[in-house]
């Protein structure tokens, strides 16, 4: 149980072009999402939470307007980083958790983004 | 501020024992998670203590202090397919979650 399925796994595009990124929960209702950006050989960097039916709170120093985030239903939340540019290359990586409990989050599998 | 530190990267031998070490400074506790996560995976969830003491989980064990700010992943019986990164996070008295950097564990036959 407790799937989070992340697609697309690998996005190469040019410059200027905005990229959309599902994370979808298969067989939970996923109350929060989480959206992580990860640069090689670093740690996962929060940069927001969404709450469904709710507008996405993000960390200090993400550009809300460049990292578009909808949570529109229980099982779906999309990342749209828009208008793409080569220093947005990174690894994605949205995970899930359903109610208020303490509890570990579950992942998806991330989408390697690469802007030329 | 809020701090995690775990050593960069470490070495063990297949067979072998390792220990990983996390320390934490942070606003609050509200447990500890420890996650493996492969080259260009997502992370695992491994294991989570709220309580001082060891969990143990088949070949990987769990130990907490919460007094001195410390944690420890034991791995035993080391296998070739436990070459990863282990990531240890702590949760705030705001429910969020703080990042370590990771320890890169290599498994040398």
């Known amino acids: 149980g407790a799937v989070v399925s992340q697609h697309p796994s690998r996005v190469i595009c040019k410059s200027g072009t905005s990229v959309k990124i599902e994370c979808r929960s298969l067989d939970f209702q996923a109350t929060t999402m989480f959206w992580y950006r990860q640069f090689p050989k670093q740690s996962l960097m929060l940069m927001a939470t969404?709450?469904?039916?709710?507008?996405?709170?993000?960390e200090q120093g993400v550009e809300k307007d460049k990292f578009l985030i909808n949570h529109a239903s229980l099982t779906l939340s999309t990342l749209t980083v828009t208008s793409a540019h080569p220093e947005d290359s990174s690894f994605y990586i949205c995970?899930?958790?359903?109610?208020?409990?303490?509890?570990?989050?579950?992942f998806g599998d991330g989408t390697r983004l690469s802007i030329l | 501020g809020q701090n995690i530190d775990q050593p960069t990267e470490m070495t063990a031998t297949e067979g072998a024992i390792v220990q990983i070490n996390c320390t934490y400074q942070?606003?609050?506790?509200?447990?500890l998670f420890w996650y493996q996560q492969h080259a260009g995976e997502a992370p695992t969830f491994l294991s989570y203590n709220v309580l001082d003491g060891l969990e143990e989980k088949g070949r990987f064990s769990s130990f907490l202090s919460r007094s001195k700010g410390y944690s420890y992943l034991l791995l035993k019986e080391l296998q070739m397919k436990d070459s990863a990164s282990y990531l240890c996070?702590?949760?705030?008295?705001?429910?969020?979650?703080?990042w370590g950097a990771g320890t890169k564990l290599i498994i040398k036959p």
């Open positions: 969404s709450n469904e039916g709710s507008k996405a709170t993000y």
């Open positions: 996070a702590v949760m705030d008295s705001n429910y969020q979650l703080i």
């Open positions: 995970s899930a958790i359903t109610g208020n409990e303490i509890q570990p989050q579950h």
């Open positions: 942070t606003s609050g506790f509200n447990g």
